[in-house]
């Protein structure tokens, strides 16, 4: 068996549907890690049998660094996966492993506080961005920012009222929703497009009541690695670069998978 050992437990899960569910994990003793929003962490459980091995999956923490008492994870089900299709077995007070370090660079450190910051995700990729909103809104940490997050349906939007009633509340915060695949007869009244479609120049001024431009935008990209190829195609063309320590720029990538 492996040297590591189970050393938290489930604090508390909610599911959103029956594939995608908002759980809280916290260690047995002690505080979670310290933490820069987006980044992320690992879980781990053992898998059955006489010399059990250690699964281990990343996930991108969605709880506020000022909360050391819990790591929040927003986790989509992978239907025959070996992981997820464990970890949805387990219910509050239930034990797992949890890494002790933290990992990442997808975050604000290197964006200057009077940006304005578009928040860009598929899926589950919102979670990095639930974070850093949870952590810095209110806080002078961006001019403005706003959230573009693309599901299939809408039982996909796991943090929907958050966002809405922080978006309602706030004049330098937007929420954008968009499914792809939503019945027609819903009443879903919102977006129907792939993020690629929104930035177009005429569907984004006609969104955001603005140009986007590198000199207005530091745009993360978070969630299906193909939409990220794609759009930061899209933003190359439109005289966005990527982000790097030594070279800054203005595109910041996490890939899900």
């Known amino acids: ?35 820069e929003p987006g980044q992320f962490s690992n879980l781990g459980l053992f898998e059955d ?12 923490i969605a709880s506020p660094a000022s909360a050391r008492d819990h790591f929040e994870f927003y986790v989509q089900r992978v239907d025959h996966g070996a992981f997820t299709t464990r970890l949805w077995s387990l219910k509050p007070g239930d034990a797992l492993w949890l890494d002790p370090l933290v ?22 990729g919102v979670g990095p961005f639930i974070s850093m909103l949870r952590e810095y809104h ?24 958050e966002l809405t009633a922080l978006a309602s509340s706030s004049a330098n ?43 207005n935008a530091k745009v993360f990209i978070c969630g299906n690695p193909e939409m990220i190829v794609q759009l930061s195609a899209h933003l190359a063309e439109c005289g966005f670069r990527p982000h790097r320590r030594k070279t800054p720029g203005h595109i910041h990538t996490e890939r899900y998978w």
């Open 173 to 215: 915060f937007r929420y954008v929703p968009t499914l792809t695949r939503e019945s027609e007869d819903s009443g879903w009244s919102g977006l129907r497009v792939r993020v690629q479609k929104l930035f177009e120049p005429e569907l984004f001024r006609e969104t955001f009541g603005r140009e986007l431009t590198p000199e």
């Open 103 to 124: 990992y990442g660079h997808f975050t604000l450190a290197d964006v200057p506080p009077q940006s304005d910051v578009l928040f860009v995700a598929t899926g589950s």
């Open 138 to 161: 209110g806080k002078g940490r961006w001019k403005t920012a706003a959230v573009i997050h693309s599901a299939r349906a809408r039982p996909d939007l796991g943090y929907d009222e």
């Open 1 to 35: 068996m492996s040297d590591e050992t189970y050393n938290a437990r489930v604090v508390s899960r909610r599911d959103v549907h029956d594939s995608l569910m908002i759980l809280r994990v916290g260690r047995e003793h002690g505080d979670v890690p310290a933490f």
């Open 49 to 60: 049998g006489e010399d059990p091995r250690l699964l281990r999956r990343a996930f991108s």
